[in-house]
């Protein structure tokens, strides 16, 4: 397997669905740590989904983030296989940065 270390980081700039992480095809990755901080000063709250084809599923529906605070959403590892997607939210914009950090595994090529 051959592993890479991989962050992503968004900005919140709307309250649109954005994109976080888009998991490789022929690749599962670990998800280490998710950081959400508040830079606005008023706190906001952020929703995580992973879709997976045209399921959605939430991580967290409505997570709070206080005022000029960080919190880490995973407790645990979480496993994201091939083209399933990572999507974040803020309830307002301008307030909330996100920074993941993730492990990608892809199996090894075998030349003969």
């Not at 974040?88 to 003969?112: G, I």
Request: glycine share 4%; aromatic share 4%; charged share 15%.
């Amino acid at each position: 397997m051959a592993n890479n270390y991989k962050n992503s980081k968004v900005d919140l700039t709307s309250t649109s669905i954005t994109t976080l992480y888009t998991c490789p095809a022929s690749t599962t990755a670990i998800m280490k740590s998710i950081l959400v901080s508040d830079d606005s000063g008023s706190g906001d709250t952020i929703t995580l989904t992973i879709t997976s084809g045209s399921d959605v599923f939430s991580i967290y529906k409505v997570k709070a983030v206080g005022a000029n605070g960080t919190v880490e959403l995973l407790t645990a590892p979480l496993v994201v296989q091939a083209s399933e997607i990572l999507k974040v939210t803020a309830a307002t914009a301008n307030r909330l940065h996100v920074v993941l950090s993730a492990l990608q595994s892809k199996p090894r090529e075998v030349t003969t």
